[in-house]
């Protein structure tokens, strides 16, 4: 094959740059500097476990020696050029220097693969590829991979990353950076891999000002008062990201207008486009587009219009103009995210209108230069405006459901996992089985806001799977929620699944280092739902602290308990919003309307002297059990059939009620706050034990995390028991319960309320 020299002379032209792309920030080019800037792309050298780590356990006896792995990759070969090429190169550049201590050779030689690495598409080896590998990426599709050593006559292999696409080449460079880090067999690699759902994306609930929301200890890594000037960490974010498949990115918060508070619906007007730009080429170049939150009512904010009624022609017009001009200062502008009639943010029904007017307005303005738009679902009326029912979780179905097969091709609505607001026990939406007609996305939250913000140890994965294998029995039995997020046959509109991101602009990223796991985790399941947490929880914790088993391995155990530990300190049984950011406070969501002495214990939990919880059942309660197809709505009505996790979100039951374990439910709420407190000491011996294993830099950060975890699961342990003594004035048969001065509240001692 002859290589297209003019491709490859801009390829190796772009690489000579890499001389001059700092690798961090200036602040980390400190000698084996662990702040947890590199998070999962840290390159050791991969045939010593760790340097900084525990040398005593030969992990790399069965595996090919360091000499065998660097001359197999000490040269790359490239086919074809493009910015994702050399973001690819880059990568491979980069990490392959680190992990075998040489930097491999490059040239644009891909006559005949012989030893080496090979990068390039199907079409830029012109016909040329090995027809077993031709082959393996026949049925991918856009964004898939292979990865395949190609054996050969001289002995070494060569190996061969492809796609049909350049993002998907881009993924395969970071795919096979993986494998070796985990110390995959180089000779015996095979992989083909494409994602499960087409678009995978991050939310930024982050405020022009660099204030975030619900973000925990840092500003917005975007700096919106100095670009467009760049920064090495636009870059670094580009590269975490699409290291794990992210595609899209939604750079500002979806509260877009807070009299003088909050100013987002700017960031369509020129000025901010013009430094939103900077971020869009940067995100481009990783093969993420970029999409922003904007306010239904910009054509009266910015525009010169004195109405946002979707019906007006005019009103039509500005929005189509709005977004030809986007597309043309960002060509990889993706489309609009909005919040709309929801706490405060404005929306059709200021004009009568209804959500999907609204949204198919906004779809029509995007269609010509090929966007989206994502209209969350996250709407509800506070009890004193809401006529009907006061069951915050009812509303969002009542709204919606009666749209479905309303909105246009390229809308897609954005549904939150629960019903209520990403508590830690929650029901998956009825919203989900009920809108079959409807292209649907998933939101999560990988900020913990209501799963411990950057203090607590929560792993999600293991919830977040969960929620994705849910049976909705939307189409019948066997209709599990992942299938619910992929495009539908024939469609041309990709859907997928929304995470409200947790990275900002502290060193580590994320605050609690090892919150990072999460973010990690959420793309890996983005691209693959069925991807099991064990391996995402092992994998991670190899990539970040090395490859000793008794290391890597104890910290996987550690996030894979953590999700149960923090379920059983905080609120019971899927009771909702006993407390918020700022600490436990189950008299803090106060309901005025109940009379004295129960006035000010919270709408959400509905806690009396007889009993707690919430009846949203069919028979008794609010009724949202009905908003569920069967055999869901029967398993739910009951008690006896409800998940013992979900028992206080459906149910309303007296004190005396028996638990599956035989004990009372007030006993069982004591005993889980113990439980956990004591799980929590558990967790932090485990981490004691890696003491000197680990360098000190990470393991006394992690272990003052865990010093404030245990001191806030003690907080929340007698808060939350202390307020249900008093409730109930049923004692603790332990006799450990001790009755607490009102107002209930659990102040923190990390942050303040955010
Ligand atoms: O959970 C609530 C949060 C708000 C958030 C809102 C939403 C962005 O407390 O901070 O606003 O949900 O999802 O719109």
């Not at 090995?130 to 070494?156: C, F, H, K, Q, R």
């Not at 060509?331 to 209108?353: I, T």
């Amino acid at each position: 094959m002859v290589g297209n020299k003019a491709h490859a002379a801009r390829a190796l032209a772009a690489l000579s740059m890499l001389a001059f792309i700092p690798a961090a920030p200036a602040e980390n080019r400190m000698p084996a500097n662990e702040n947890g800037y590199e998070a999962w792309l840290r390159y050791r050298p991969i045939t010593t476990i760790d340097t900084t780590t525990d040398t005593t356990t030969d992990t790399t006896i069965n595996r090919p020696t360091n000499q065998d792995i660097s001359k197999a990759l000490s040269s790359i070969h490239v086919a074809g050029a493009g910015p994702r090429h050399t973001a690819a190169l880059d990568e491979l550049h980069r990490g392959l220097s680190a992990m075998l201590g040489a930097s491999p050779s490059i040239d644009d030689d891909t006559r005949e693969l012989s030893g080496g690495l090979y990068l390039g598409t199907r079409t830029d080896f012109e016909g040329a590829l090995p027809s077993e590998i031709a082959a393996m990426l026949d049925d991918i599709g856009p964004e898939g991979y292979v990865v395949a050593s190609v054996p050969n006559e001289a002995g070494t292999p060569a190996i061969v990353v492809t796609a049909d696409d350049d993002t998907g080449l881009l993924y395969g460079a970071f795919r096979l950076l993986r494998e070796l880090q985990l110390g995959a067999d180089f000779a015996a690699l095979n992989i083909v891999d494409s994602p499960a759902l087409p678009l995978r994306m991050i939310n930024h609930w982050d405020n022009l000002d660099r204030s975030t929301e619900r973000v925990y200890g840092g500003f917005s890594i975007f700096d919106w008062p100095n670009l467009p000037e760049s920064q090495p960490r636009y870059r670094d974010y580009s590269r975490l990201m699409a290291s794990v498949g992210i595609n899209g990115i939604v750079v500002n918060n979806v509260n877009t207008y807070k009299e003088g508070r909050l100013e987002g619906w700017r960031i369509i007007t020129d000025e901010y486009l013009d430094k939103a730009a900077v971020l869009a080429g940067e995100f481009d170049r990783y093969g993420i587009k970029t999409y922003f939150s904007v306010n239904f009512m910009s054509p009266i904010l910015f525009g010169d219009l004195d109405t946002a009624d979707p019906a007006e022609r005019s009103v039509q017009n500005w929005w189509r103009d709005r977004a030809r001009h986007i597309k043309e200062r960002i060509p990889s502008f993706g489309g609009f995210l909005v919040k709309a009639d929801s706490e405060g943010e404005a929306g059709p029904h200021a004009y009568g209108r209804t959500h999907s007017e609204g949204a198919n307005m906004l779809a029509e303005a995007l269609a010509p230069v090929g966007g989206v738009v994502i209209w969350r679902a996250f709407v509800y009326r506070h009890p004193e405006e809401s006529r009907g029912n006061a069951d915050r979780a009812v509303q969002a179905y009542e709204h919606f459901a009666p749209l479905d097969g309303r909105f246009a091709d390229n809308a897609i609505l954005q549904i939150k996992h629960g019903p209520i607001d990403f508590q830690v026990n929650e029901p998956v939406s009825s919203l989900f089985s009920g809108m079959p007609n409807t292209n649907l996305m998933l939101e999560l939250q990988i900020t913990q806001e209501y799963t411990g913000n950057d203090i607590h140890l929560n792993f999600l994965a293991p919830f977040w799977r969960r929620v994705l294998s849910f049976d909705t029995h939307r189409d019948g039995p066997g209709s599990p929620l992942r299938d619910m997020l992929q495009a539908r046959n024939g469609s041309s509109t990709a859907w997928g699944v929304a995470g409200v991101g947790n990275f900002h602009d502290g060193l580590n990223w994320t605050g609690h280092l090892l919150a990072q796991s999460n973010a990690y985790a959420y793309g890996m399941l983005a691209w693959n739902p069925r991807q099991s947490p064990e391996t995402i929880a092992g994998d991670w914790s190899e990539l970040t602290f090395g490859r000793n088993p008794d290391v890597a391995g104890k910290i996987a155990d550690m996030l894979l308990r953590s999700y149960e530990i923090y379920s059983k300190y905080y609120f019971p049984y899927g009771l909702s919003l006993m407390g918020w950011a700022g600490g436990a406070a189950p008299d803090g969501n106060g309901d005025r309307s109940r009379p004295d002495p129960y006035r000010n214990i919270g709408r959400y939990h509905q806690t009396d002297a007889i009993g707690t919880g919430y009846d949203r059942t069919i028979a008794t309660g609010s009724g949202y059990v009905g908003q569920y197809p069967e055999p869901l709505r029967e398993t739910y009505e009951s008690p006896q059939t409800c998940p013992p996790e979900m028992l206080l979100w459906f149910h309303y039951l007296p004190y005396d009620f028996e638990m599956p374990s035989g004990k009372t439910l007030i006993q069982s709420i004591y005993d889980d706050h113990y439980e956990g407190v004591d799980m929590v000491k558990a967790l932090r011996r485990d981490w004691l034990s890696l003491e000197g294993r680990i360098d000190e830099e990470r393991y006394y950060h992690v272990l003052g995390k865990l010093n404030l975890q245990l001191s806030e699961a003690i907080l929340w342990r007698d808060v939350i028991n202390g307020f249900y003594l008093d409730m109930s004035g049923v004692p603790d048969a332990a006799g450990r319960v001790q009755a607490l001065d009102r107002p209930y509240r659990g102040l923190r001692y990390g942050h303040g309320p955010r």
